[in-house]
Structure formats: C-alpha cells, structure tokens
C-alpha cells in the first residue's frame, strides 16, 4: 500500500518560513521522481517544484530563490523548504511520486498571513 504522508504546515507571518516533509512508504523511493504541488482556494493545482531521482530540481517560477526542494532516499523523505512565504503562498500543498504511476498525499495546509 502506497502512502504519502505531508507534515509541517501551519500558519507563518509573510515573510516567514516553513518546511514540509513527506513520507514515502510502499515504493521503491529512489525511483521516483518526487514534487511538491498546491492548489489555492478557487485556484487549479499547480506544480511548486519537482525533484527527478537523480536529483535534479525544477521550480515554478514564483518560488525561484525562496524555495528549495530536497530528498533523502535513505529516509524515503522529501522536504520543501520555503523562506520568505508571501500571502499568495496560502495554499494546500501536496506530495506527488510519479514513475509510471502516479501517487499523491492528503496535504498540508499552509497560510500566510499576519
């Protein structure tokens, strides 16, 4: 059984920081690529930023210098660091594997706003 577990959300000042973390269970972890999605109220989903199994990052271009994505295939983890979150960072964000399937967690709910 394939879970994905997001942890770390909460409510940050703009300007603040968060991390999220993702726990990856029943896949072969170092396999897939992983990303961080979130989708706005009365917004699409929309991908914040990817991370293939080799390593190499991709970001939406919003989040470019503010956040970073990591993983450690031993830990079956993915983080999101995100620093100087803006109000428009409000957001559910989720956890996606992808290989040939696709897998996604629940999400966490981020707000920013002072």
């Known amino acids: 059984q394939v879970q994905l577990v997001e942890s770390g959300g909460g409510l940050v000042q703009p300007g603040g920081s968060l991390r999220l973390s993702c726990a990856a269970s029943g896949i072969i972890f170092s396999s897939y690529a992983m990303g961080w999605y979130r989708q706005a109220p009365g917004k699409q989903r929309e991908l914040v930023a990817s991370?293939?199994?080799?390593?190499?990052?991709n970001y939406a271009d919003s989040v470019k210098g503010r956040f970073t994505i990591s993983r450690d295939n031993a830990k079956k983890m993915v983080y999101l660091q995100m620093n100087n979150l803006k109000p428009d960072g409000t957001a559910v964000y989720y956890c996606?594997?992808?290989?040939?399937?696709?897998?996604w967690g629940r999400g966490a709910k981020v707000t920013v706003s002072s």
């Open positions: 991370i293939t199994s080799g390593g190499s990052t």
């Open positions: 996606n594997a992808r290989l040939q399937t696709e897998y």
